[in-house]
């Protein structure tokens, strides 16, 4: 195939639940590359379709090209990038030492710019973790696994010409064949039917799933079942990684969906109308229900030794009414950035070999 005349497989260097990864060598110039071979449609079309939107942020993983095969497969070639931030979190915290202020703060920056290119083209990425947030031998990070990612429209919301072609095209019955020549490589009608029948399904019931992310990231709106999430999901997510960036540890490892929760609401305590006006609407609000936490242990004391900043900013993320957490854009212009010890250059940040 097309593929295997330009580039040379190597060895897997990782795997999901839908997909295999490998390294790879352009036959034309020898550079590194990752293939990325996702075995669903469904997150093949999403990967691509967001990667395509945030080609051109620096923080946010290159797409060369990719290929599909079949109706099924698809064969992303991505650039490749050596490790990520759980490893830097794991090997700080196997040596016992923290990170250095100006090195966190760098991290921070380089995700927190990555966020605000996604969700300023209204890219939710649904996913976001350490493991996900991978990083150049040169210290700079990308957001990478967009498998799960959606793109927001809202009416009349013009997120990008690119995306506004893809809805028309999407919505009109009698052109089908036009996504597969614009946008789609070589998907096929079938294929694009399925898309359009799964994104019908999520019209009808007006909303997304809530069986998204990975559970020690995932926003308390989603245990509780809600279907009409926004970008914030991400923000909860940032602040749990924000968390484990300041100490080392997982913020909220739950060992299940209930226990998740459970977690959170020893930290925050109950979740209710004082906390998050409206959230008694949430699908599941009346079905799960928790003993009454008399005394949150609150999100300061899961940062010890961390200054007032440091716990401010977290909390800045870590809250329950959505509508309250910050935005990326917002945080980036924390005084906490520009406070010294200032953010170290992207040089001189350490990269596990
Ligand atoms: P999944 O959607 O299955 O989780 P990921 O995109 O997270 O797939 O990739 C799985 C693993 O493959 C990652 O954890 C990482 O180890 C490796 N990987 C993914 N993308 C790259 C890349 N661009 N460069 C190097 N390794 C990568």
Redesign the pocket.
Known sequence: SEIVAKYEVMER???????D?YRGRRLSDGLTV?L?EIHDYQSAFREIDALQLLQGSPNV?VLHEYFWRDDEDAVLV????KT?LATVIADAAKANQPLPVGELKRWMIQILSGVDACHSHMVLHRDLKP??L?ISEHGLLKI??F?QARILTEPGFDASNNHEEYSRVLNDNDNKDTITDTHYGNATCTTSEIDRKEEEEEKELGSFTSCVGTRWFRAPELLYGSRDYGLEVDLWSLGCIFAELLTLQPLFPGTADIDQLSRIIGVLGNLDERAWVGCSKLPDYGIISFTKVENPAGVEACLPNRSPDEVALVKRLVCYDPAKRATAMELLHDKYFSEVPLPVPVSELRVPL
Not at 13 to 19: C, L
Not at 78 to 81: C, D, G, M, N, P
Request: proline share 0%.
């Open positions: 260097v990782g795997s999901g639940a839908y997909a990864v990752a990325k993983v991505l650039e490749f990038l990520d493991s996900n991978l990478a696994d498998g």
